[in-house]
């Protein structure tokens, strides 16, 4: 928006996006949109010129504008979409912190104890696929109350991954996965909860049947304890419209 405030509009813009991301939470690509009322006899911003002004007054911060799109005046870039897709970035092979790589900090979560087996968390997903009361996968929060936990997850994948530089440090016994989920809308930390029942199923503290019923209890209160998995390995990767 400050940005936004050198176009001299005349009239006050103000964006509207898509998703909120928790504190240490990424986005690889992030939608919103903004209303432009330019003074009298000035065009409309063609879609580059908005672009370009926008970026060049973004330099200083860790933000760019990818590309910009007219749409009609009944677009909202929260409402009308679709899904969203987050991944979430799991790093095996790490028996202590300083053994992350310098270029992966805060861009991963690298669980202790020795390796997961992906097999049994591939097993425990597919229980959150669908529709469902995902109250258990919720942190409560001052609106919790006046929304609903039914969401639908419309995919979760995960896969094998390369690494940021990877190819620099084939000789260590490092492994990149991804946890891919993609839903219209996700509860309050919803997706780090997941990971982190996921990963407890890999770690063997949880069984996959046990997914299903945190599923099936419906209360914040009986996930377990120290379970949700850190915000670094969290990315919004797109939304779809």
Same mark, same amino acid.
């Given at each position: ?29 992030? !939608? ?24 060049? &007054? ?17 677009? +909202?870039?929260?409402?009308? !979409? ?13 028996? &202590? +912190?300083?053994?992350?790589? *310098? ?42 109350? @006046? ?21 620099? #440090?084939? &000789?260590?016994?490092?492994? @990149?996965?991804? *946890?891919? @989920? ?8 919803? *997706?780090?909860?997941? *990971?982190?029942?996921?990963? !407890? ?5 949880? !069984?996959?049947? &046990? ?29 779809? #419209?």
């Amino acid at each position: 928006q400050k940005a936004a405030q050198s176009l001299k509009a005349s009239v006050p813009i103000k964006f509207h996006v898509s998703s909120r991301t928790d504190a240490g939470v990424h986005a690889l690509c992030n !939608a919103a949109h903004l209303d432009i009322q330019r003074g009298p006899g000035k065009p409309p911003f063609s879609e580059e010129q908005l672009l370009l002004s926008l970026n060049y &007054h973004l330099r200083p911060e860790p933000i760019r504008i990818l590309s910009a799109h007219r749409v009609p005046s009944s677009f +909202h870039a929260r409402f009308s !979409a679709l899904s969203r897709t987050y991944i979430y970035r799991l790093l095996l092979g790490c028996s &202590h +912190h300083s053994q992350v790589p *310098v270029f992966e900090r805060d861009l991963c979560w690298a669980p202790a104890g020795g390796p997961l087996n992906v097999p049994a968390m591939q097993e425990a997903a597919q229980f959150l696929l669908g529709t469902h009361d995902f109250s258990t996968f919720r942190s409560l929060s001052s609106d919790t109350e @006046f929304k609903s936990p039914v969401r639908t997850i419309l995919q979760v994948d995960i896969q094998p991954s390369p690494g940021f530089l990877s190819h620099h #440090y084939e &000789h260590r016994p490092l492994e @990149f996965w991804e *946890v891919k @989920f993609r839903g219209r809308s996700f509860l309050y930390r919803q *997706v780090r909860r997941m *990971v982190g029942a996921l990963v !407890a199923v890999g770690q063997g503290r949880l !069984a996959p049947r &046990h997914v299903k019923e945190l599923l099936e209890v419906k209360d914040a209160l009986a996930f377990p304890p120290n379970a949700m998995a850190p915000p670094s390995g969290l990315f919004l990767k797109s939304v779809e #419209y």
